[in-house]
């Protein structure tokens, strides 16, 4: 493997396994990967592994069965169990056993012990897909990764497939041990040297689609709506044109003779600037549908993205609000889309920020397959300079129960799919914070498991990077990595924008504090803070309708601010200053005590972490201890200009006479 941390794949995870005999059944591409794999951990503890022993032999610990005649159903359900001393992993189909295989490598010697009765283990979503927004080129602005954090693309570097062959095996191979199947490789805003991807450089695709694939991970490719324009001479890019939908069909049919499993198309249209259908004036549907019907024949998906609102907005008109875009875009079309396209969701209504509502999208679409998409990379979450584990983030989005009690969760919804928007560079940490591997990490495993405790997820993130093998004591590291983690995400929130308000942060990379930064700009994202008081009225009696596109009870609860949770009250409502929260503080207060205490959190955290010093590598170590150096001083930052800025607003002092300026 080649020089890069080992993650969550530590050689010590594969000791329990790589002690013991195993016996592998079956045959095919997946069943080689998880063959390789377990002679490599035989070979460096001393097991065994032998192949398709008759029936007889008992001298197994571990048995890895393929069931089904070939394992090409595509199945990626395993069932397992442990009777008589002997663990059973079988598999109707390659990738349930590779699976399987990282199940027991999770489990590590618990897998060994005791007895279990037979589980089955699936997927609750099918599809679990990491967004790659790598530029093929280095872009003027945005660099070789669009908001990326962890240094140069993993895929691309100057113009061109970087042709490495250990890193992205590396990466696949981390991806299927958490539960990934899927990854588009490059950005959604797609310019000129991405566009030629679809057509002329396609070799470049399958290069990589072939490092991923003994991983049982399918490769996907951000495409440009006017590519029949750009690539193909053609004079429109109309979806209802014959000779475009005729291109469309070449162009992808040769996608497939490239890539024989590729597994389909993301697309950005009339979003910030891409091309899309409203220039024919033909609807989404009708874009969707046209790229889906090209795909269809070969098995592939279009992922249509759902970001489409005005970035020209006049900030002087409070009558429209980007919030209410995507609902009132694409309800109108539920039941017109393909049953392989899939609409790709943002998971809030605005834009990846650390407090947002649901997307009332989600829950809205009946007839459409929806995918959920989250970011991993934290453009509004601290750029990975910051500590900020989402996990319990995205389960509360997971679990969030758009018509109520007894109604479909968010991860039962995500028909099409979850998606992360990928954290990962070729940064030797994969992600430039290491612990931000944690995100990533945990984005896997609930995408694989909607209701899991992330919690869980992120304890067993510990358990696997920092074993014994890897640490002194591992128990003392784990107790301190969950002190730095698992409330890091509140802290983040707590000392920048309050309430659930959102941006303020700088216009252009979105790193650090500028409370007006975006408040007479074009992007439709604003605070609307006075003299008086704070916040966005977007109720349906006084404000912009937006709680309106919710359903009962949600478009009730969000309606008034009695009843609106405190964490989103500035999402909804304009309040003022001496608001009083459910919480029992007015919100000036709560904005001024979150602030210190959020500085205060971070302070805690980076003792914590340097108390850690002896049982992390020292080249770890010392990268964490450099970043929360900068998380401090911008905490501090953020607390100083967001206290100030709403001390000379109201004139309202605070009530324990901090320190403002
Ligand atoms: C955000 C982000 C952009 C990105 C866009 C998207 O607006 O700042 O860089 O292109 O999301 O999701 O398409």
């Known amino acids: 493997m080649p020089d890069v941390d080992p993650a969550w794949l530590p050689p010590g995870v594969f000791r329990a396994l790589g002690t013991r005999r195993t016996l592998i059944r079956g045959s095919g ?19 065994r592994v032998v192949r398709d022993s008759g029936p007889g032999d ?30 059973t992993v079988t598999a109707s189909g390659q990738a349930g056993l590779l699976h399987g295989f990282f199940h027991v490598v999770r489990l590590g010697e618990d897998a060994f012990r005791g007895e279990r009765a037979r589980e089955t283990h699936c997927p609750a979503v099918a599809l679990r897909m990491v967004d790659h927004w790598d530029n093929v080129a280095v872009h003027p602005v945005m660099g070789q990764v669009e908001r990326g954090y962890a240094g140069g693309s993993l895929f691309w570097a100057d113009g061109r497939a970087r042709g490495e062959t250990e890193r992205v095996p590396a990466y696949g191979r981390l991806l299927a041990a958490c539960g990934i199947n899927a990854v588009a490789v490059n950005n959604v805003n797609v310019h000129e040297s991405e566009a030629h991807l679809l057509t002329d450089r396609i070799g470049e695709v399958a290069e990589i689609a072939g490092a991923l694939r003994p991983y049982g991970i399918r490769t996907h490719l951000s495409v440009s709506f006017a590519a029949p324009v750009l690539l193909g001479g053609l004079s429109t890019a109309d979806p209802l044109d014959a000779s475009v939908r005729a291109w469309w069909a070449e162009a992808t049919e040769r996608v497939y003779e490239s890539v024989e499993d590729f597994g389909g198309f993301v697309v950005k249209a009339d979003s910030e600037g891409q091309p899309g259908p409203f220039a024919y004036g033909r609807s989404h549907a009708d874009g969707a549908n046209m790229l889906a019907a090209a795909l269809a024949p070969h098995g592939g ?3 249509w993205r759902a970001f489409v609102y005005d970035h020209r907005q006049d900030w002087r008109d409070r009558t429209t609000d980007r919030a209410r875009a995507a609902h009132d875009h694409f309800t109108p079309l539920d039941g017109e889309f393909a049953a392989n396209a899939v609409l790709q969701v943002k998971h809030g209504p605005l834009d990846f920020q650390v407090r947002e509502p649901v997307s009332p999208l989600i829950g809205a679409m009946p007839g459409t397959r929806l995918a959920v998409e989250v970011q991993a990379t934290q453009e509004y979450t601290g750029q ?83 074993g014994p093998e890897e640490t002194s004591d591992p128990v003392r590291l784990r107790g301190g990595l969950h002190a730095v983690l698992d409330g890091s995400w509140r802290t983040y929130e707590k000392y920048t924008a309050p309430l659930g308000v959102g941006f303020m942060v700088q216009p252009g990379h979105h790193y650090g504090p500028s409370v007006d930064g975006y408040e007479y700009s074009p992007w439709g994202t604003y605070h609307f ?18 709680a309106a596109q919710y359903v009962k009870p949600w478009a009730e609860v969000y309606e008034s601010p009695a009843t609106c949770p405190d964490e989103l009250l500035l999402f909804f409502h304009h309040v003022s200053y001496d608001h009083v929260l459910h919480s029992g503080k007015t919100v000036i207060q709560h904005i001024y005590d979150t602030h210190f205490e959020g500085v205060t959190e971070v302070e805690q955290a980076r003792e914590v972490w340097a108390s ?9 170590h010392a990268r964490v201890a450099e970043r929360y150096e900068e998380q401090l001083r911008s905490a501090r930052e953020w607390r100083d200009q ?20």
């Open 29 to 47: 591409r997946l069943v080689e990967t998880v063959h390789g794999e377990a002679a490599e951990a035989c070979a460096r503890f001393g097991g």
């Open 58 to 87: 008992t001298t197994d610990d571990l048995v890895l069965e393929l069931t089904g005649s070939d394992g090409s159903d595509g199945s990626e359900a395993f069932t397992y169990e442990r009777e008589g001393g002997l663990t």
């Open 301 to 303: 998906t279009v992922h």
């Open 384 to 466: 990975q300079r910051h500590v900020c584990w989402l996990g319990p983030m995205w389960s509360e989005v997971l679990r969030f129960r758009p018509e109520g009690e007894g109604g479909a969760c968010v991860g039962e919804l995500a028909r099409g799919g979850l998606v992360a928007v990928s954290n990962v560079g070729d940064d030797p940490f994969w992600t430039g914070h290491p612990l931000a591997q944690a995100n990533l990490y945990t984005f896997g495993r609930l995408a694989w498991q909607p209701d899991a405790d992330p919690d869980s997820v992120l304890d067993e993130w510990i358990r696997l990077t920092f």
């Open 529 to 546: 803070a006075d003299r008086d008081g704070i916040g966005v009225d977007r109720s349906a009696a006084t404000g912009t309708g937006y």
């Open 612 to 620: 850690l010093a002896d049982l992390v590598g020292p080249a770890r």
């Open 642 to 661: 967001v206290n100030s800025y709403f001390f000379r607003k109201s004139g309202v002092p605070d009530a324990h006479g901090r320190r403002i300026y």
